[in-house]
C-alpha cells in the first residue's frame, strides 16, 4: 500500500520565485496536513484539511502561502513570492477519520531559496 | 511556556541501557498523546501513542502518561545503535480535532 507522496523531493530556487509543493495522501484518508520543520522552529503546522475543506490556516503566512485541496487525492501548497527563509523542509501527513490520530507523514520536500 | 517541551539533549546510552525521554505539556486537558522517531533526514514515523493514565508496553517500547503531572514518558530497552535518531513528543490539545502539536525532539545516540 503505498503511503503519502510529495513532489518533489528536492526544489532550489531564487527569492521571489513561485514554488508549488505537491501531496497525494494515503487512499481513504480524510485528513491531510502541511508541515514546515525547520533547526530553530521544530515542526510547525501550516494547514490542514478536512474532506478538502480548510479546517485550520492560523499557522500559514496567508501573505505569500496558499494551499488548496481539489480533490480527495491532491493538495498543493504554493509559495510566492519565495523568501530565503522559506527554506524548510515541507511534510504533508494524512490520517482517517474514526482512527487512532496517527498521521503518517511523506518523505518531505526540502526547499531552498536563495 | 512552550505548549510541548522535551529536553533537546542529546542523550547518550550505551547499547543495551535503557534510554528514558521526557516530555511536558501545558494544556491539562490534552487528550493524546504520541511518540514519534525522525532519522536523519527523513520523516516522523511513529513508535506508539497513549490515551490513559498508566504504560504501554510495545516491544522495547514502554510509553508512560501521568494526566495529573502533565507528563509523558518513553523508555527503549535494550537499546540498540539504530534506535539512534530525534524522537519528537506530540500532543493533541483540548479543542484541536486532530492537530498535533510537536516538542521539539530529543536527540537520542546509543553507543556501541
Redesign the interface.
Known sequence: DAGVIQSPRHEVTEMGQEVTLRCKPISGHDYLFWYRQTMMQGLELLVYFNNKAVMDDSGMPKDRFSAKMPNASFSTLKIQPSEPRDSAVYFCASTEEGATDTQYFGPGTRLTVL | QKEVEQNSGPLSVPEGAIASLNCTYSDRGSQ?F?WYRQYSG?????IM?IYSNGDKEDGRFTAQLNKASQYVSLLIRDSQPSDSATY?CAV?RSGS?????????TQLTVLP
Open positions: 493524546s504520541f527523513k520523516s516522523p514515523e511513529l501513542f519528537l493533541i480535532a486532530r492537530q498535533l502539536t510537536f516538542g521539539s525532539g
